[in-house]
């Protein structure tokens, strides 16, 4: 099957699951993940796109409005994969879910009258990526990885989060890739806040430089930290510690693992490194695929790992931070988000040298 004859598929499937034999989607990233990587979304941060598709027994359905059409049809080719418009004008409600599925039992990823709302399942059907996704993750994770190598050695002490934020952000667009999260910490803020927004204070010495990027519905996420001057000897002891736990988290995760036994080798590690509650102080990642994390990881999750999957696990320690994201393969994982010629902590475990990311020093 090709990739969206499985998709199809695995739509079916849920559907015959529930009972329902129609199924509306409206969140961008199952609008993503059902077309195989296209946008139906105007405003970046919003869940639900402006577009929606609908499965009925005798058709598929692209809903939406004049504006929209014109450039889901030209631009993301979704007649080509076999959709049907369904469109009407920007100033006329849409009744086409009505029409289309009266008698129908109805299931949707949203809350909607009188239908079942199916949306906790799509996290886990996302993150179940196929080949086709792999591959679309290398490039984007590409991308992000050359994005960041170039804006973290464009800082400089006095910039402004701002500023710093607005080099992350014209690096990732400029390379194709929408940034939807950018977190600029910058000395003592790193240390307060594990999501440091962005603010108006001056960078001294030490900046923390976070990215999700987007692209074709699928989000990578890779964190960087720098420092100029000679590194103290307190952060330099955290980020060996954070690059044993990332360390630990890559190890582990292998096909047929169960996460909850990850986490828990996990928690042993930060308590070998001898920060044995700094696990509690921030999550600690998860699966990737058409949202930063489907869902987050934790000392309870279920889940089991399989091959072809993506996860961003990003330990850390009050002031440091360990991020990149990996994809789970048959033989071994592989580190998407790699910077060739970065600084690395060199970790061994179960007779492996696992590299990780240390702090960029410039003196």
Not at 63 to 88: K, V
Not at 117 to 146: I, N, Y
Not at 195 to 213: E, W
Not at 312 to 319: D, E, M, V
């Amino acid at each position: 099957m090709t990739e969206f004859e499985l998709k199809i598929r695995k739509i079916q499937d849920l559907m015959e699951r529930h009972k329902t034999n129609a199924l509306l989607l409206q969140q961008a990233s199952n609008f993503a993940w059902a077309t195989c990587g296209a946008s139906s979304y105007v405003n970046m941060a919003a869940t639900n796109g402006a577009s929606s598709l609908l499965l009925t027994p005798s058709n598929h359905y692209v809903i939406t409005d004049n504006i929209e059409a014109a450039r889901l049809r030209q631009e993301e080719h979704l007649e080509d994969q076999g959709w049907e418009f369904y469109i009407t004008p920007w100033y006329e409600t849409n009744q086409a879910v009505d029409r289309l599925t009266r008698s129908l039992n109805l299931g949707t990823d949203h809350p909607h009258p009188g239908a079942a709302d199916l949306s906790a399942e799509f996290p886990r059907l996302r993150a179940a990526l196929t080949l086709e996704e792999g591959e679309r993750f290398r490039k984007l994770t590409k991308l992000c990885a050359e994005a960041m190598d170039q804006a973290i050695r464009s800082v400089h002490p006095g910039m402004t989060e701002y500023q710093i934020a607005g080099i992350m952000s014209n690096e990732t667009q400029s390379r194709g890739v929408q940034p939807i999260v950018n977190l600029i910490g910058a000395d003592e803020r790193i240390f307060r806040f594990r999501h440091p927004l962005p603010t108006s204070k001056q960078l001294d010495r030490y900046a923390m430089l976070v990215l999700c990027g987007r692209k074709w519905g699928l989000v990578c996420s890779i964190t960087r930290l720098i420092y100029f001057g000679h590194l103290p000897d307190e952060l330099h002891l955290k980020a060996e510690a954070v690059a044993h736990v990332d360390a630990q988290f890559i190890i582990s995760t292998r096909p047929g693992r169960k996460l909850q036994d990850i986490f828990r080798e996990v928690a042993q590690t930060y308590n070998e490194q001898n920060f044995a509650d700094e696990w509690q102080l921030h999550h600690q990642g998860g699966p990737a695929g058409y949202e930063p994390r489907e869902f987050l990881v934790t000392p309870s999750s279920e889940d089991i790992v399989s091959v072809g999957q993506a996860f961003a696990w990003n330990p850390s320690i009050t002031g440091v931070k360990s991020e990149d994201t990996i994809l789970v393969g048959m033989d071994k994982n592989e580190v998407l988000t790699c910077i060739p010629g970065w600084p690395t902590v060199k970790v061994q475990l179960s007779g492996q040298e696992i590299e990780r990311p240390a702090i960029l020093e410039i003196n």
